[in-house]
Each structure stands twice: as C-alpha cells, then as structure tokens.
Nanobody, 124 residues
Framework: QVRLVESGGGAVQTGGSLRLSCAAS????????MGWFRQAPGKGREGVAF???????SYADSVKGRFTISKDNAKNTLYLQMRSLKPEDTAMYYC??????????????????WGQGAQVTVSS
C-alpha cells in the first residue's frame, strides 16, 4: 500500500523559507517519479516541481530560482526547499507519486498517489 505523508508546512513572512518533506512507503521509491503540487483557495491545482526516477528535474516558471526539489532515496523522502517566499505562494501543498509509465499523467495532475497536504501561508 503506497502512502505519502507531508510535513513541514507553516506560516512565514514574505522573503522567508520553509522546507516541505514527503515521507513515502509501500513502493520502489527510487524508480518512481514524484512531484509537488499546490492549490490556493478558489484556484485550480498547479504543478510546482517534478523529479523523475532518473533525477531529471523540472519546475514551474513561477518558482524557478526560488524552490528546489530533491529526494533522499535512502530515507524514501521527497523534499521541497522554498526560499524567497511570496504571498502568492500561499496554498495547500501536496506531494504526488507514480510509476514510470505514468509520469506524464503525474505532471498533468493525474497522479495515482497523493499525500494529505501541508499548508503554507506567506504573509506580507
């Protein structure tokens, strides 16, 4: 049974930093593609950052240069380091995972596995 559990959300002021973690279990972690999504109140879900099983990384333009996605295969944990946070980064952040044949679906927001979410609030 695949399980994803996010942690590390919180409230910060503009310009601050936070690191989100996503602890994974129940599958061959190193081969899966994973990603971070966010959803602000009244808005659709947005893909933020992705990392494939071969460690290929991509980011949404809105977070490039500020956010860093990484994973520790030994700890089965995905991270999202967020710096220079802005009020528009305020959202519920979700991690997602999928097996290699379905990575394109994950990047389109149709991942098979999702965490429960972690709230990030950035005040001005």
């Amino acid at each position: 049974q695949v399980r994803l559990v996010e942690s590390g959300g919180g409230a910060v002021q503009t310009g601050g930093s936070l690191r989100l973690s996503c602890a994974a279990s129940g599958y061959t972690y190193s081969t899966y593609c994973m990603g971070w999504f966010r959803q602000a109140p009244g808005k659709g879900r947005e893909g933020v950052a992705f990392i494939d099983g071969d460690a290929t990384i991509s980011y949404a333009d809105s977070v490039k240069g500020r956010f860093t996605i990484s994973k520790d295969n030994a700890k089965n944990t995905l991270y999202l380091q967020m710096r220079s946070l802005k009020p528009e980064d305020t959202a519920m952040y979700y991690c997602a995972a999928d097996s290699p044949p379905f990575c394109d679906y994950l990047k389109d927001g149709e991942a098979t596995y999702w965490g429960q979410g972690a709230q990030v609030t950035v005040s001005s």
